[in-house]
Nanobody
Framework: QVQLVESGGGLVQPGGSLRLSCAAS??????LGWFRQPPGKERELAAS???????NYADSVKGRFTISRDNAKNTVFLQMNNLKPEDTAVYYC??????????WGQGTQVTVSS
């Protein structure tokens, strides 16, 4: 069974930073990334990265968030800087396997508030 396990969420003040991590139980993913779901809104893509390190970011996080991955450790990271209250959301790690199947983590809460 393939699992994606997130860590690193929490409460931070506006302007602060957090780093999310997601560890995959198997090395099967061509794409890894993060979606987020703000309160009362739909889930949206925040950032993604391919196995060749090509990245994609939502316009709302460009210049503030950086996604990276360690293929040897089957882990993807999301460094979030200059956080804003509108970044408050449940952040979900996701992966697309080389066979085209989608996998999701359980989600981690990020709250940006003073």
């Amino acid at each position: 069974q393939v699992q994606l396990v997130e860590s690193g969420g929490g409460l931070v003040q506006p302007g602060g930073s957090l780093r999310l991590s997601c560890a995959a139980s198997r090395s099967i993913f061509s794409v890894l990334g993060w979606f987020r779901q703000p309160p009362g809104k739909e889930r949206e893509l925040a950032a993604s990265i391919t196995s060749f390190s090509m990245t994609n970011y939502a316009d709302s996080v460009k210049g503030r968030f950086t996604i990276s991955r360690d293929n040897a450790k089957n882990t993807v990271f999301l460094q979030m800087n200059n956080l804003k209250p509108e970044d408050t959301a449940v952040y979900y790690c996701y992966g697309v396997s080389r066979q085209g199947r989608n996998y999701w983590g359980q989600g981690t809460q990020v709250t940006v508030s003073s």
